[in-house]
């Protein structure tokens, strides 16, 4: 999944685009190794910071171990967006029949 990320991202970068479309291959692939570089090391970076929040965050950890305590499936109006490691999310509510 890491690798399939990281190609559709380079395939749609417009300056990749623009430079395959109006050069030769070796003129590209001095143009490809740096965005792939830089694709992947901010690739790693976003991974990184999903695994500290992670280990860290114990209510990220749990909505991600346990979305059936965040989400309430047949409601659409009580789902809650999915998590992001800079955003806590709320538990949901408890509601009695």
Do not use: C, W, Y
């Not at 992670?54 to 950890?61: T, V």
């Not at 171990?65 to 999915?82: F, L, M, Q, S, W």
Request: hydrophobic content about 35%; overall charge negative; glycine content about 2%.
């Amino acid at each position: 999944m890491f690798f399939e990320r990281i190609e559709t991202e380079v395939a749609s970068n417009e300056r990749a685009q623009a430079v395959a479309t109006n050069n030769d291959i070796d003129q590209f692939m001095t143009v490809f190794d740096g965005l792939l570089e830089g694709v992947i090391i901010d690739r790693h970076a976003a991974n990184d910071a999903l695994l500290t929040a992670f280990l860290d965050k114990p209510d990220f950890r749990e909505t991600l171990t346990h979305p059936e305590a965040t989400v309430t499936p047949d409601v659409p109006e009580n789902r809650t967006d999915p998590p992001t490691p800079d955003r806590e999310v709320e538990p949901a509510e408890e509601t009695t029949p």
